[in-house]
């Protein structure tokens, strides 16, 4: 599930709850199955354009008000469950956790690289730094000033107003989150 059905599937229920509405009520007032609600309530669906204006229409909300990231204090986000938002085959894949929304001014990305792999990002734009914390393996980033190595149980910050390269040079898969800060 990608974190845009995620939004979904908990802004649907909680508008639904809001308003004091059963999966039967929405559904008549919808035209949408009780079943197709119930579905992308728990985030098992990918709903379509045409099932999302059925919703807005009949619960007389916007589409704002499904996507936009939940405004709850608990966000649970599970990378097994997350369809990867870029994935090179034998490079690496990179899921995002949290994108930046709203008021927010920090993005966290999961990013596997395959051994041999490279992962070329340019500049994230000034006034931007990132934070890298290794889950798996040791990686080598690129910056301009050289290349830095970040091991297991490491952190490791720079100015991302720059490209810069992760790179594996190791033999196994490697896993880090990446933190992404606007300041």
Request: with cysteine.
């Amino acid at each position: 599930m990608d974190y845009l059905s995620h939004n979904i599937a908990i802004n649907l229920k909680r508008i639904r709850k809001a308003k004091g509405m059963s999966l039967d009520v929405v559904a008549e007032q919808t035209g949408v199955s009780k079943s197709m609600l119930a579905t992308i309530e728990k985030g098992d669906a990918n709903p379509s354009i045409g099932v999302l204006g059925k919703i807005m229409s009949g619960l007389r909300i916007d589409l704002q008000d499904l996507t936009q990231a939940p405004q709850d204090d608990v966000y649970m986000v599970d990378v097994a469950k997350l369809e990867p938002t870029k994935d090179v085959q034998g490079q690496y894949r990179v899921w995002t956790c949290f994108p930046i929304e709203d008021n927010r001014t920090t993005e966290i990305y999961r990013i596997d690289i395959e051994p041999g792999g490279v992962y070329e990002s340019g500049s994230h734009g000034e006034r931007t730094k990132e934070y890298i914390t290794m889950i798996r393996g040791s990686l080598s980033i690129q910056l301009e000033d050289g290349i830095h190595v970040v091991e297991k149980e490491q952190f490791f910050r720079f100015e991302s107003d720059q490209p810069h390269v992760y790179m594996n040079t190791g033999m196994n898969r490697i896993s880090f989150v990446s933190f992404f800060v606007v300041y």
